[in-house]
């Protein structure tokens, strides 16, 4: 027997209300009233303005930055959600922050997106809706059901628009791994839109900074298209699409990424780079200076709300891949 009704019910924080509210334009129902704000010390304060006792609750929370805030103010609309009598909590997380710590890379480090994800759960969650976690295998870290949305298929549709397949070689075409560890995901990409596949091959020294050290397979005078799943500092992609135009000899470099995170000189870095077009979707809002024109933002959200509509019918979201 299903313990929720009928009714969907869609609450945003603080992190990406826009994003929410075309969610909500696309399933045709009113955002939620709520009221997600914060004491004069900092703490999250939610209230919530209408019933959601016996519905199917969609909380959209970005878990960007400011990372700590809105990341408590998910668990407090989760707790609050709970202690309404809401028939089923799912966070939607476009964005799930604490991702890059999902291992012991080195003795007494912390497995940070463990931790998260039981504070999630502890919190009520009765499941999560992502997309395009910087690890897959965060996945098995929750012991509720989660579905996790592949940003390819967004990327693919808008390069093979931008690159209509009856108008170019596909041989003129690769694209590249950042690192070695975006190789699964490169790949699947290249499979998608039919072309070659490279990896840039790197040395990183310490966090946030990282040294290029060689190009594995041949991207001399082709089009290359680097591809990862978030960008922060930028100071990785821009290193590698360097090395692939002075080291490889590339004629020209696009970049995408599902996540543009970018911190700190990050929009510096892009416009001084070699890179052509820099595309994200909007998985975290945009922000900083993007008047240059290379950044470019896709929106998911329709993504997003078709998964909705999937999981509260319980039906399969195989066909949204």
């Known amino acids: 027997m299903i313990a929720y009704g009928e009714k969907i019910q869609v609450f945003s924080g603080n992190s990406n209300p826009q994003f929410a509210e075309t969610i909500c334009k696309e399933l045709g129902v009113p955002m939620g009233k709520a009221v997600v704000k914060h004491f004069a010390d900092g703490e999250a304060s939610v209230s919530l303005e209408e019933t959601v006792r016996g519905a199917d609750v969609f909380l959209v929370q970005s878990t960007c930055k400011p990372v700590n805030d809105h990341l408590m103010e998910l668990l407090v609309m989760i707790d609050a959600c709970r202690r309404a009598s809401a028939g089923r909590i799912t966070a939607v997380i476009p964005y799930f922050g604490y991702a890059r710590q999902d291992r012991k890379a080195k003795s007494r480090d912390p497995i940070s997106a463990k931790l998260v994800a039981n504070m999630l759960t502890a919190a009520g969650a009765d499941r999560i809706l992502t997309m395009d976690l910087h690890a897959s295998q965060i996945q098995g ?66 966090a946030n900074v990282s040294e290029v050290m060689n190009i594995i397979g041949d991207v001399k005078g082709k089009t290359c298209i680097l591809y990862d799943d978030m960008v922060d500092t930028a100071g990785s992609l821009c290193n590698a699409a360097k090395a692939l135009v002075e080291v490889g000899g590339a004629k020209e470099v696009y970049a995408c990424a599902t996540h543009g995170v970018l911190s ?58």
């Open 264 to 321: 700190g000189p990050a929009y510096e870095r892009l416009e001084a780079s070699p890179i052509k077009e820099m595309v994200f979707l909007n998985t975290i809002p945009e922000v900083g200076n993007t008047a240059s024109g290379k950044c470019k933002f896709l929106d998911v959200a329709p993504v997003f709300a078709r998964a909705i509509e999937h999981i509260h019918g319980a039906t399969s979201i195989a066909d949204l891949f």
């Open 141 to 206: 870290f929750f012991d509720i059901p989660l579905d996790h949305l592949l940003g390819n298929v967004t990327f693919v549709d808008y390069f093979m628009n931008k690159f209509p397949e009856d108008t170019f070689n596909h041989d003129d075409f690769v694209v590249v791994s950042p690192d070695v560890g975006s190789v699964g995901r490169a790949r699947n990409f290249a499979a998608k839109v039919h072309m070659g596949l490279a990896i840039v091959d790197k040395r990183r020294p310490k």
